[in-house]
């Protein structure tokens, strides 16, 4: 597939990878989570496909086989991100799927560029309303000490950190939910990424406040989470968003983790198809 541009400012554009399956049917774009990349979304393309919707899904900017850039890794931009891949396919009529991260996305999209492109909006494992734990966020699930943690471990050793990171991201009650071919997959997509645009987007996940975005969305809406995810707990986030866009949909998949999309595909595939034909 093409590449698409997006421009970031009057001096600066990006090349972001974007996988198209083309057809006349409604657009669904999925929106990966961290550090992944749209290889993440491997069962829910054919699907997806198969139930007559035209497929779309990118890299994020440095990650996976898009442009890696040394700055860009804040929510604003990644958000001009996905403006720019909307807008260069002028797509239309469009479903947001964003997972963990890119939920992140799909509100501030929402935020600095309205909803006219779309249709609705889903929000999978998704990160917002907002994650860092403080005074005027208590229900926060990250806190301070976690995240400067998962930095420091990011940046010592990347192996070991990603090793780590997958067992927790697809396991429920310390049990793996998914073959261990699956896992190194995921390891695998984790190391395309840039050492930069790792820490970044770990930053703006961690601190950004989607709080005011989310009540801009009117669409409708599909909150889906796992009861045991570890890595974006469900009460911190996914309730909390559920309660903060009015008339959204909620899904809770039992004993799925964060990678939920894998390990409990059928489930999650089930869900988003039967909100699509809503």
Known sequence: MPDVTASSGLLSSTKVHVEDSGGSGRPVVLIHGWPLSAESWSEQVGPLSAAGYRVVAYDRRGFGRSDKPSKGYDYDTLADDLDGVLSELDLTDVTLVGFSMGGGEVARYIARHGQDRLHSVVFAAAVPPYLLKGDDNPDGPLTEEAAAEMTKGLEEDRTTFFDGFTR???????????????????????????????????????????????????VPTLVIHGDSDATVPFEGSGRRTHEAVAGSGLVVVQDAPHGFNVSHAAEFNSALLDFLAR
């Not at 997959?185 to 820490?199: E, G, M, N, V, Y």
């Open 168 to 218: 927790d991201f697809f396991s429920a009650g310390g049990e793996l939910k998914v073959t261990e071919e699956q896992r190194q997959d995921a390891i695998a997509l984790c190391h395309q990424s840039d050492q930069k645009a790792a820490l970044g987007c770990m930053e703006a996940f961690g601190t950004t406040d989607f709080r005011d975005d989310l009540t801009q969305v009117t």
